[in-house]
């Protein structure tokens, strides 16, 4: 498989180039070449017969993505070793809720959000192929809470990689917090910076973008453009597909990273008739379903935190298959985005939008609670309740199963979830001690050259 890129510049690469490389060159997001009706007679498209195990299916499904590059053998042993992390038999599992509606748990994997499903295969894929370039890299990451925890574990044991997560000192949650300083590895360095989270985000762009020290220090991203993120996340899209038939599918949704793979996930042969795209309000996507525009907004804080996105960075790779895989229109219309905060822009009939408020939110963690006696968390109720209005708005059949994604353990979000039920849900056993592990971070100014010297020494080691 070769990847463009949506600005329509960069040059073409194969998938350990685009693993490594992150944001391409000329800024835009690598795209497959080829990616359409490949599950066709290997058991996973919706046809009945049994279904294989999920490290099977996904390593099925994924391979044509990454060979020639990397051999599909070791490519299913690196799969069947990710998902050895995850604390179910299987990996995610879908639970029925009712009514025709579903939910996939996505959270059983080390630090219980579902970007562990990608991460943890990201981190393996990229030390692999760092191995046989016999390269290392440091992965520097900004984090407001659930992304640093998912890189941090997906690099402990990796011997070619480092990484340095920045968080804001004292503005995250507690769990949060505890994920990310309690991880006793040599490879990992947390930094408290006394500043917010866009002051994270701004010392790691201007580490990137200083050519000598992102060289000398072999900087590397794990963001959520990661074309390997979006990829990891294809087959659980495929597997729930698999066992439903014909389905809708209803993603709490911020930066586009997993509803995008459901659309992959159809493209390639999965049964998915609609996707609902759930927000908070923070609403951009929803507004881009309802007007096809795309305005920002000020981000507003929300109980769930992990949605409060203005501007959903892959956004551009289905802005750029409905502009027919037209670089120079993609890139003239992000440009125009970016310098005025408002466009048009194209829309494709299968995605449909509900938002929830916090509110809306509380009410629908407590139905769910009520009705089924299941502890949800905010951005899987938001699913749910996106999934809800959609059927009862006729904007998706009702007679079709919803499958609504799991995103978070609801242990992530204890005090929302207390709020709305009166329970305070506990962490899995294998985190029980959170809160007695000694914690180990550095504080340090919002300052970039205090920043460098601390990676820099905490590199070097
Ligand atoms: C990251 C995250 C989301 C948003 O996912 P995208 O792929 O960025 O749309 C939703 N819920 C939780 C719990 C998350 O951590």
Redesign the pocket.
């Given at each position: 498989m070769r990847y463009v890129s949506t600005r329509g510049v960069a040059p073409e690469l194969g998938f350990g180039d685009v693993l490594l490389e992150g944001l391409a060159r000329d800024g835009g997001l690598y795209v497959p070449t080829g990616a359409s009706a490949q599950l066709g007679g290997s058991g996973v498209d919706g046809e009945p017969g049994p279904i294989p195990p999920y490290v099977e299916l996904a390593a099925t499904v994924m391979a044509p993505f990454v060979v020639p590059d990397m051999v599909a053998a070791r490519f299913a042993e690196i799969v069947a070793d990710a998902y050895t992390a995850f604390g179910h038999p299987d990996v995610v599992p879908l639970v029925e809720l009712g009514d025709g509606l579903w939910v996939q748990e996505l959270f059983h994997g080390p630090t219980l959000?579902?970007?562990d499903v990608a991460l943890q295969l990201v981190g393996r894929l990229m030390d692999d192929e760092l191995a046989r370039r016999d390269e290392c890299r440091t992965i520097v990451v900004a984090t407001s809470g659930?992304?640093g925890s998912a890189a941090i574990d997906a690099c402990v044991g990796r011997d070619r990689l480092s990484i340095v997560v920045l968080h804001p000192a004292g503005r995250t949650s507690e769990v949060q917090r505890r994920q990310m300083t309690t991880v006793d590895a040599p490879n990992v360095t947390n930094v408290a910076v006394e500043g917010t989270f866009d002051d994270c985000q701004d010392l790691v762009k201007a580490m990137f973008a200083h050519e000598a020290f992102r060289d000398e220090l072999r900087l590397g991203a794990m963001n959520?453009i990661n074309w390997g993120r979006v990829l990891a996340q294809i087959p659980y899209h495929v597997a729930a597909a698999a066992q439903l038939g014909r389905c809708v599918v209803s993603?709490?949704?911020?930066?586009?990273?997993?509803?995008l793979a459901g659309w992959y996930a159809a493209r390639l042969g999965a049964p998915i008739e609609r996707f609902v795209v759930a927000t908070n309000r923070n609403d951009i996507l929803a507004r881009w379903v309802a007007r096809g525009d795309l305005v920002a907004e000020p981000v507003v804080a929300t109980l769930?935190p992990?949605?409060d996105?203005q501007v959903?960075s892959?956004h551009e790779r289905l802005l750029f298959e409905l502009l027919g895989r037209d670089g120079t229109a993609t890139a003239e219309l992000l440009g125009r985005f970016r310098a005025t905060g408002s466009v048009e822009a194209p829309r494709d009939p299968a995605f449909v939008a509900a938002r929830l408020d916090d509110d809306e939110t509380l009410a629908e963690i407590a139905r769910v609670h009520d009705e089924t006696g299941m502890l949800v968390?905010p951005?899987t109720a938001i699913g749910i309740g996106a999934a809800r209005r959609a059927r009862a708005t006729g904007a998706v059949d009702p007679s079709l199963p919803v499958v609504c994604m799991a995103?978070?353990h609801p242990a992530k979000f204890p005090d929302a979830v207390e709020t709305a039920t009166g329970i305070r849900p506990p962490l899995p056993a294998r985190l029980a001690d959170l809160y007695d592990r000694p914690e180990r971070y550095e504080v340090v100014a919002a300052h970039l050259e205090s920043v460098q010297e601390l990676v820099r020494v905490n590199v070097a080691r």
């Amino acid at each position: 498989m070769r990847y463009v890129s949506t600005r329509g510049v960069a040059p073409e690469l194969g998938f350990g180039d685009v693993l490594l490389e992150g944001l391409a060159r000329d800024g835009g997001l690598y795209v497959p070449t080829g990616a359409s009706a490949q599950l066709g007679g290997s058991g996973v498209d919706g046809e009945p017969g049994p279904i294989p195990p999920y490290v099977e299916l996904a390593a099925t499904v994924m391979a044509p993505f990454v060979v020639p590059d990397m051999v599909a053998a070791r490519f299913a042993e690196i799969v069947a070793d990710a998902y050895t992390a995850f604390g179910h038999p299987d990996v995610v599992p879908l639970v029925e809720l009712g009514d025709g509606l579903w939910v996939q748990e996505l959270f059983h994997g080390p630090t219980l959000a579902f970007k562990d499903v990608a991460l943890q295969l990201v981190g393996r894929l990229m030390d692999d192929e760092l191995a046989r370039r016999d390269e290392c890299r440091t992965i520097v990451v900004a984090t407001s809470g659930d992304t640093g925890s998912a890189a941090i574990d997906a690099c402990v044991g990796r011997d070619r990689l480092s990484i340095v997560v920045l968080h804001p000192a004292g503005r995250t949650s507690e769990v949060q917090r505890r994920q990310m300083t309690t991880v006793d590895a040599p490879n990992v360095t947390n930094v408290a910076v006394e500043g917010t989270f866009d002051d994270c985000q701004d010392l790691v762009k201007a580490m990137f973008a200083h050519e000598a020290f992102r060289d000398e220090l072999r900087l590397g991203a794990m963001n959520s453009i990661n074309w390997g993120r979006v990829l990891a996340q294809i087959p659980y899209h495929v597997a729930a597909a698999a066992q439903l038939g014909r389905c809708v599918v209803s993603v709490p949704s911020g930066n586009f990273g997993n509803i995008l793979a459901g659309w992959y996930a159809a493209r390639l042969g999965a049964p998915i008739e609609r996707f609902v795209v759930a927000t908070n309000r923070n609403d951009i996507l929803a507004r881009w379903v309802a007007r096809g525009d795309l305005v920002a907004e000020p981000v507003v804080a929300t109980l769930s935190p992990s949605m409060d996105i203005q501007v959903s960075s892959n956004h551009e790779r289905l802005l750029f298959e409905l502009l027919g895989r037209d670089g120079t229109a993609t890139a003239e219309l992000l440009g125009r985005f970016r310098a005025t905060g408002s466009v048009e822009a194209p829309r494709d009939p299968a995605f449909v939008a509900a938002r929830l408020d916090d509110d809306e939110t509380l009410a629908e963690i407590a139905r769910v609670h009520d009705e089924t006696g299941m502890l949800v968390d905010p951005h899987t109720a938001i699913g749910i309740g996106a999934a809800r209005r959609a059927r009862a708005t006729g904007a998706v059949d009702p007679s079709l199963p919803v499958v609504c994604m799991a995103t978070a353990h609801p242990a992530k979000f204890p005090d929302a979830v207390e709020t709305a039920t009166g329970i305070r849900p506990p962490l899995p056993a294998r985190l029980a001690d959170l809160y007695d592990r000694p914690e180990r971070y550095e504080v340090v100014a919002a300052h970039l050259e205090s920043v460098q010297e601390l990676v820099r020494v905490n590199v070097a080691r």
